[in-house]
């Protein structure tokens, strides 16, 4: 069974950062690109960044771009998302998801985690 597990999320102040991780299991890891996408408290979906299998090759959207920063380590089945400089516009639930292939263009999602929210505020 495909799990998607997201942590490292809370409350911190405006500039503070943030590591976010999303522990995979029941598939092979490194196999797969993998993306991070952010809710807002009534707000759509918004995608944040990918990454695809192997590590090399990284995108950003360009709300987060220059702050943000994700990772993986196939060792330990753990995708990152290190967040500095944070803002208040940051605040969401952040969500974790499994492309269906080894690139971010191999399709659309085809797994997701529960998510785990940060807030900013002071």
């Known amino acids: 069974e495909v799990q998607l597990v997201e942590s490292g999320g809370g409350l911190v102040q405006p500039g503070g950062s943030l590591r976010l991780s999303c522990a995979a299991s029941?598939?092979?890891?490194?196999?797969?690109?993998m993306n991070w996408v952010r809710q807002a408290p009534g707000k759509g979906l918004e995608w944040v960044s990918a990454?695809?299998?192997?590590?090399?090759?990284?995108t950003y959207a360009d709300s987060v771009r220059g702050r943000f920063t994700i990772s993986r380590d196939d060792a330990k089945n753990t995708l990152y998302l290190q967040m500095n400089n944070l803002k208040p516009e940051d605040t969401a639930v952040y969500v974790c998801?499994?492309?269906?292939?080894?690139?971010?263009?191999?399709?659309?999602?085809?797994?997701r985690g529960q998510g785990t929210q940060v807030t900013v505020s002071s």
């Open positions: 998801q499994r492309y269906p292939g080894r690139t971010w263009s191999s399709g659309r999602y085809d797994y």
């Open positions: 029941g598939f092979t890891f490194s196999s797969y690109a």
């Open positions: 990454i695809n299998s192997g590590g090399v090759s990284t």
